[in-house]
């Protein structure tokens, strides 16, 4: 089976960097993706890693090493209107479920002014 | 606004009734998905219809019946809920379900429903 680590929660300023962290435990692996949801509203698709590197959108980057069984998601010049839940995902790789997405816990991030 | 549309937003009804949540995409989708989420919780699958045969029904009760008319519409039918059962129910599409690549999935806004 999957089981994905991450913070439940995180606090950071306005204008600054944070990073949330997922750590994953995967009988094979199909990539690392990270879903923001604010409060109330639809999970929206933020980026996936297939492969060990930085992949950069705009102020958002996402990271991942295969080797540490980990990547995290990096929030730059922070916006009140990041305050959300962050949640990073991987793909069931066992029967016919390889399309089912495991999704961590989440992690909510609250921007204070 | 999504383009996974969900109807309707708000739903309470009591444990007899019977209701029915709809949802529509029009991306050209073949897979779409049933989610329920608790508050402060990650999404939870329930079903997964792709090519719009049933292909994952993850042990969920027969209260709640899902069903897929045509490609881009999807219905879950509901009859004789708990309170248990009150939660925000997602809908989502994917281009495909399966491993291969990097196939996003599409969330709609959901439908809150509360039981009495």
């Known amino acids: 089976g999957q089981s994905l680590e991450q913070p439940s929660e995180v606090t950071a300023v306005e204008g600054a960097i944070v990073q949330i962290n997922c750590t994953y435990q995967t009988s094979g692996f199909y990539g690392l993706s990270w879903y923001q949801q604010h409060d109330g509203g639809a999970p929206t698709f933020l980026s996936y890693n297939a492969l060990d590197g930085l992949e950069e959108t705009g102020r958002f980057s996402s990271f991942l090493s295969r080797s540490d069984s980990y990547g995290y998601l990096l929030l730059q010049e922070l916006q009140m209107k990041d305050s959300a839940s962050y949640f990073c995902a991987v793909r069931e790789t066992t029967g016919n479920q390889g399309g089912k997405l495991i999704f961590g816990q989440g992690t909510e991030l609250s921007v204070k002014p | 606004d999504t383009e996974v549309t969900q109807t309707p937003k708000h739903l309470v009804m009591g444990m007899t009734n019977k209701k029915s949540l709809k949802c529509e995409q029009h991306?050209?989708?073949?897979?779409m998905y049933w989610y329920k989420q608790k508050a402060k919780k990650p999404p939870e699958l329930m079903f997964v219809?792709?090519?719009?045969?049933?292909?994952i029904n993850e042990s969920v009760p027969s209260r709640f019946s899902p069903e897929c008319p045509n490609s881009s519409l999807l219905n879950l039918h509901l009859h004789a809920l708990q309170p248990e059962d009150s939660a925000l129910y997602l809908c989502?599409?994917?281009?495909?379900?399966?491993?291969?690549?990097?196939?996003?999935?599409?969330f709609g806004d959901g439908t809150r429903l509360s039981i009495l």
């Open positions: 989502a599409s994917s281009q495909d379900w399966g491993t291969d690549s990097n196939q996003p999935q599409h």
């Open positions: 219809y792709s090519y719009e045969k049933l292909s």
């Open positions: 991306m050209g989708h073949r897979a």
